[in-house]
Nanobody, 126 residues
Framework: QLQLVESGGGLAQPGESLRLSCVAS????????IGWFRQAPGKEREGVSC????????LYADSVKGRFTISSDNAKNSVYLQMIGLKPEDTAVYYC???????????????????WGQGTQVTVSS
């Protein structure tokens, strides 16, 4: 069974950068679409970005376009979320999730995802 572990969260000042990692075990991520989601206190879980195998398809929420970049490394069975120009409103717990998908586009609808990591906290504050 696929297991996902996120890391790379922490405290950043506005304008700074962080890189989140999602490392998979149990199966190859090449069989899955991977999404990054976030949830701030008192708010609904929000889809941030997603990527299909080989990086053939990527998608970003409007709130992060131009600031966040999703990428994958099949050799490391990992997916990354590079975040630049961080804003206080980016503060949330960030989760990676996976859904089996060999073809077609990915989605940032969290209801479609089957496997979830435990999350990593990102706090943006001066």
């Amino acid at each position: 069974q696929l297991q996902l572990v996120e890391s790379g969260g922490g405290l950043a000042q506005p304008g700074e950068s962080l890189r989140l990692s999602c490392v998979a075990s149990g199966e190859t991520l090449n069989l899955y679409a991977i999404g990054w989601f976030r949830q701030a206190p008192g708010k609904e879980r929000e889809g941030v970005s997603c990527i299909t195998r080989g990086g053939l398809w990527t998608l970003y929420a409007d709130s992060v376009k131009g600031r966040f970049t999703i990428s994958s490394d099949n050799a490391k069975n990992s997916v990354y979320l590079q975040m630049i120009g961080l804003k206080p409103e980016d503060t949330a717990v960030y989760y990676c999730a996976a859904v089996p998908k060999l073809f077609g586009a990915c989605s940032t609808n969290f209801g479609e995802y089957v496997y979830w990591g435990q999350g990593t906290q990102v706090t943006v504050s001066s």
